[in-house]
């Protein structure tokens, strides 16, 4: 019977007699590997992959400099002018420097033990600029020039210290500049009248910040407040006892300025410190405000004497940058989750200065705290993950901060921050912990993976989820993400989804550690991995289907195997399937296999290793005339045809049938479309020839 494992969409009904319906090559399919679609839209065996520079004769081969290979990627910055191509392979980050000259290291002393399988490399592009982080070092900003920076500050600048006027002696003797530090200046809060007629100068206290800026405009944290620079009152036209003296003192001559020392050198992406000072905090706002940009980064003494009534813009109130896990970019901002000491937090830079994270630009989109494990921004939503729930972010439009989130699906979650791709009619995909979801333009959220659910539950390494990476093929424009099989611990599978269906590509000996599509008019599929046929593992980077003679590609097979075909819905019918037909194109002059199987059993009923993937000739030279045996100036190109063989097969009464085709590299497959020719085993009661209960 038809069971509930070959009750989805991996069976189907074939009607009695010679079919007249031809049902193309990815309708019925239960398992597909090594096979892509064609730009014609049929199922060709895979090509490739090769090594992104096969030949190299300046510069030495760069596997001979790649440690363990972290993260790739590619993008065009500058309107397209600057062509980068970053690779980050063990403690190092290189760039690609063109044709020739090879790899150029860009940064060096990053984690290469243990820690770094936690998270996978997550690179991001920002405002013209790329940004980088693993999860475990400090994240770093790369701009086309290839000039590479910290993320803004991770750390709070010391505090400036400040020398004011102080306390008067007493006995006082009031005149210009008498007592303290006394230079004369604009501060000072004028007062009532203490004794005599002209008024005075309160007492007061100040307190100064300082804040870094670095070579993009980002912002540190906000110092600790300086020492208390004070003013005691002072009364303007004294009268000096004993004395025939008649100078007087205005307001003028007892208002002050303040010597203000920044004390110590900010770090070397430091191109400037910028000096905030509250008003008087016993008479007004204890709110610092901007009162000097000092351009440098090395300490200097600075003397104020600007008045409360001139200072600028209130200082902002930023936070260190920290280490974290997964970003986004939504809105023109950088959005950052799970730090190492919050895992559960959500935090969004200020506009077009991604290293500048205020205090209050924040939200925990679990009400628990669970930790965040991908972010988001699709179709102006800014979505963020947990291992099991999905949250909207709700953006306030007036300032830009998150205000509160919003629960779009629980117990579904995201456990591979890498795996998140928009499709182009608008879904967008993820890896969950149990197969793969994805979540419409209206925000529904569904599984996408039942077909391929076994093969994700027993042939999946589930505890290396989290290190699965994905791109959008730009070509075939399927998702692909690559995973670890059961007891590997590296990637070497890719599953292949167009929207429909799914397949897969097996690299046998290559590990896929990252993977990433150019951004330019190649439209390139790269990874970065390793080769482990030789005597010592290659790493490289390696182009997805292109191939050279400069490398030999991994042996490996590729299958098409359908799902089981049955001659009623039930399941119940016995049928005879006298031959089916392969509708092919001219592909490769080489033969093939097919194997039959029946009543649910995947023991070979019948195999025939003679199928050729080529047509006969017609006369036109097709078959005779190939590539392998091409002459220059006599051998002409052919457009591929499409022909049909048919397999005689001869299957009788059985309940049920399935069969698969696999080549061995480098023999080359195109199928286009298959059909079927089958009839009912008896002519009787159709249940007739089921076996009593007793039967052996």
């Given at each position: ?54 030949d ?12 363990k ?56 592009v ?31 600048p ?27 200046g ?8 203490l ?104 300490p ?51 506009a ?13 989109p ?6 965040i ?167 490289n ?23 089981w ?121 159709i ?8 039967d052996?």
């Amino acid at each position: 019977m038809a069971g509930p494992d070959n009750q989805r969409n991996q069976q189907l009904v074939i009607p009695a007699g010679e079919s007249e319906i031809s049902y193309t090559s990815r309708a019925l399919t239960q398992k597909i590997i090594n096979f892509e679609f064609s730009v014609k839209r049929t199922l060709a065996t895979t090509v490739g992959p090769t090594i992104y520079e096969p030949d190299r004769p300046v510069t030495p081969d760069p596997s001979t400099v790649f440690g363990k290979m972290h993260g790739i990627f590619h993008t065009l910055l500058l309107g397209g002018q600057a062509d980068i191509l970053l690779v980050r392979s063990g403690t190092k980050l290189y760039r690609h420097a063109g044709w020739q000259r090879g790899w150029e290291e860009l940064y060096s002393g990053l984690t290469d033990d243990s820690r770094a399988g936690t998270y996978p490399d997550q690179f991001v592009v920002i405002n013209d600029k790329i940004i980088w982080t693993n999860g475990i070092d400090g994240p770093i900003i790369i701009d086309a020039h290839g000039a590479v920076h910290p993320l803004g500050f991770n750390q709070t600048p010391s505090p400036p210290s400040v020398f004011g006027p102080g306390q008067l002696n007493s006995p006082v003797w009031f005149y210009p500049n008498a007592g303290g530090y006394t230079w004369r200046g604009d501060i000072g809060t004028p007062g009532d009248v203490l004794s005599g007629v002209e008024g005075a100068v309160l007492d007061g206290a100040w307190y100064y910040y300082a804040i870094l800026e670095d070579v993009y405009g980002n912002l540190s944290a906000p110092s600790a407040p300086s020492n208390a620079a004070w003013i005691r009152a002072v009364q303007a036209s004294a009268y000096v006892p004993g004395s025939n003296d008649t100078t007087t003192a205005t307001l003028d001559d007892l208002t002050r300025q303040f010597a203000l020392r920044v004390t110590s050198s900010g770090p070397s992406h430091t191109v400037a410190v910028h000096i905030y000072r509250t008003p008087d905090t016993r008479r007004a706002s204890v709110i610092p405000r901007l009162l000097v940009r000092l351009p440098g980064r090395d300490p200097c003494i600075f003397g104020d004497r600007r008045a409360d009534s001139d200072l600028g813009d209130e200082m902002p109130r930023a936070v260190s940058v920290p280490t974290f896990r997964t970003r986004g970019v939504h809105q023109g901002r950088l959005v950052i989750a799970n730090t190492p000491n919050d895992p559960g937090i959500v935090r969004i830079s200020d506009a077009g200065f991604p290293g500048t994270f205020l205090a209050d630009d924040y939200v925990y989109p679990d009400s628990g705290g669970a930790e965040i494990t991908a972010l988001a921004s699709h179709m102006g939503r800014l979505i963020a993950f947990s291992e099991r729930a999905v949250y909207e972010i709700v953006i306030d439009p007036q300032t830009g901060a998150p205000s509160s989130a919003v629960t779009l699906a629980q117990g579904i979650g995201c456990a591979a921050p890498r795996s998140i791709q928009a499709l182009p009619d608008g879904m967008l995909i993820w890896l969950s912990r149990d197969g793969f979801y994805g979540a419409d333009q209206r925000g529904s959220v569904k599984r996408i993976s039942d077909d391929i659910h076994k093969q994700l539950f027993y042939d999946m390494n589930t505890s290396r989820y989290r290190r699965a990476v994905s791109c959008l093929d730009p070509i075939s424009r399927e998702y692909h993400c690559a995973i670890a099989p059961a007891g590997d611990a590296e990637n070497r599978i890719i599953f292949c989804y167009d929207g429909q269906n799914w397949r897969r590509h097996d690299f046998n000996a290559l590990t896929i550690d990252d993977i990433c599509t150019t951004d330019d008019y190649r439209q390139l599929v790269l990874f970065a991995g390793q080769d482990d046929l030789g005597k010592s593992p290659q790493r490289n980077v390696f182009v997805k289907d292109h191939e050279t003679s400069n490398y030999t590609v991994p042996a490996r097979k590729a299958l098409y195997r359908s799902g089981w075909y049955f001659g009623d819905a039930t399941g119940s019918t016995p049928v005879h399937l006298r031959s089916i037909y392969l509708g092919m194109v001219d592909a490769f002059n080489e033969k093939f296999t097919i194997r039959f199987f029946r009543n649910n059993s995947w023991k070979p009923f019948l195999e025939m290793t003679d199928v050729l993937a080529i047509g006969v000739d017609d006369g036109s030279a097709v078959v005779t005339d190939v590539a392998g045996s091409a002459v220059i100036g006599t051998a002409r190109a052919h457009e591929p045809r499409l022909f049909w063989r048919m397999v005689p097969v001869g299957l009788e009464n059985a309940y049920s049938w399935a069969f698969e085709i696999e080549a061995t590299y480098p023999t080359r497959i195109n199928i286009a479309a298959i059909s079927y020719d089958q009839s009912i085993a008896t002519g009787g009661n159709i249940r007739g020839r089921f076996p009593l209960r007793a039967d052996t």
